[in-house]
Every structure is written in structure tokens, then in C-alpha cells.
């Protein structure tokens, strides 16, 4: 990965947790439940994309939940007496 494209997936990362710190760190046990990360999966169950998934530069493509992970491991450390859940559906068509 060339430099800049490292130092923007840094910074984007960056950027994600600080905000998932500053907002969970404020309201921390006063919010029974957080939507940590929304419709990261396609209906297929396939990963959706995102600028966290496959941004050249900044997303996780070919790492699987990688992001997902990452973004409930910040959120548990900004409040560990937060539910995380998580809701995975699938709709035949």
C-alpha cells in the first residue's frame, strides 16, 4: 500500500474511533443499546459495500469482519456496560 493510501486508511480509522469513543464515552450508561455498526451485510449474506469495506485505500476488503470487529472492540471500551447486539436476516426473494 503506497503511503498515502496508508496514511488515509490511518486516518479513516482514526476517525472512526474517535467518534465511536467521543459519542459512547458521553452518553456511557445512560444508552441500554448502540447500533455500533449498521448493514455491513448484503441480503446474501455477502459483505455490503461500504467505504469501511472496500474504499481502495481505506476499507478491510479481503479481511473478512475486520472493521466490524475492530468498530465493537472500540465500543466496548467506551462503555462496558453497553449491550452490543447483533442481527443478521435474510430475506428469500
Not at 1 to 28: C, E, N, P
Not at 50 to 71: H, K, L, N, V
Request: charged letters at 20%; proline letters at 1%; one cysteine or more.
Amino acid at each position: 500500500m503506497g503511503d498515502f493510501r496508508k496514511l488515509r486508511f490511518v486516518s479513516a480509522l482514526d476517525d472512526l474511533q474517535d467518534h465511536i469513543t467521543t459519542v459512547m464515552g458521553h452518553y456511557a450508561g445512560k444508552v441500554y443499546a448502540w447500533d455500533v455498526v449498521n448493514e455491513a451485510f448484503n441480503d446474501d449474506g455477502t459483505m455490503r459495500d461500504t467505504i469501511w469495506y472496500d474504499q481502495p485505500g481505506i476499507g478491510f476488503a479481503g479481511m473478512g469482519t475486520q472493521y466490524i470487529e475492530q468498530a465493537l472492540g472500540w465500543a466496548h471500551a467506551a462503555d462496558r456496560m453497553h449491550n452490543c447486539f447483533t442481527t443478521i436476516t435474510t430475506r428469500s426473494r
